[in-house]
């Protein structure tokens, strides 16, 4: 139990151009989800933390109208990079809670690579 | 970010040996997690813990939840191959789902 899917895996995009990336809980729902970025050898840092049916809510310093998240159900969170940079290039993870522990689970991963 | 402090950064030890790691924070949390990450995938939850003092055990693995909820550890017991990753601690603040996560510790395993 507690499966969480991304898609796509890996994704390489032109500098200015925009990027959709999919989180979906397959097993359970998600009542919040959350997405991370970790850059290569360095810890993972959330980017923001989304509750089905409204609005994200963003850490400190990441610009909310670059990195669009939408939660419309309790299964699916998407994050969309817009107007993306080489500097975006990044592995961006979500995760999922169900509300009944605290518990986070994560899915395997979106490598975005912007040329 | 916040990140919690994790030690040591990097462990390089022979197939058998037990091994430990622990985080610290300035600030106090309500849950302590631990994950594994294999490269080029997505954190697995290895042990969560909930009450300060509480000490975990799943399979080889063990985890505690220090008193003062500022630190936990975690050891592995006879470490084999499949224990290479990086290993993350996360605190999980007061009253609030968001996680801060551990600066890792990338565990290697010699045959």
């Known amino acids: 139990g507690a499966v969480v899917s991304q898609h796509p895996s890996w994704v390489i995009c032109k500098s200015g151009t925009s990027v959709k990336i999919e989180c979906r809980s397959l097993?359970?729902?998600?009542?919040?989800m959350f997405w991370y970025r970790q850059f290569p050898k360095q810890s993972l840092m959330l980017m923001a933390t989304s509750n089905e049916g409204s609005k994200a809510t963003y850490e400190q310093g990441v610009e909310k109208d670059k990195f669009l998240i939408n939660h419309a159900s309790l299964t699916l969170s998407t994050l969309t990079v817009t107007s993306a940079h080489p500097e975006d290039s990044s592995f961006y993870i979500c995760?999922?809670?169900?509300?009944?522990?605290?518990?986070?689970?994560f899915g395997p991963g979106t490598r975005l690579t912007v040329t | 970010g916040q990140q919690l402090n994790q030690s040591p950064q990097s462990m390089f030890i022979q197939e058998g040996e037990d091994v430990s790691m622990n985080c610290t924070s300035s600030?106090?949390?309500?849950?302590w997690l631990w994950y594994k990450q294999d490269p080029g995938e997505g954190p697995v939850l290895l042990i969560a813990?909930?009450?300060?003092?509480e000490l975990t055990s799943n399979g080889r693995l063990t985890a505690q939840f220090g008193i003062t909820r500022k630190d936990s550890f975690l050891n592995i017991s006879a470490s084999i191959p499949s224990d290479v990753g990086i290993y993350f601690c996360?605190?999980?603040?007061?009253?609030?789902?968001?996680?801060?996560f551990g600066t890792g510790t990338r565990l290697q395993v010699f045959p």
């Open positions: 813990l909930y009450k300060a003092g």
């Open positions: 600030s106090i949390f309500n849950t």
């Open positions: 995760s999922a809670s169900s509300g009944h522990t605290y518990e986070q689970y």
């Open positions: 097993d359970f729902q998600a009542t919040t």
């Open positions: 996360a605190g999980q603040l007061d009253n609030t789902d968001k996680l801060i």
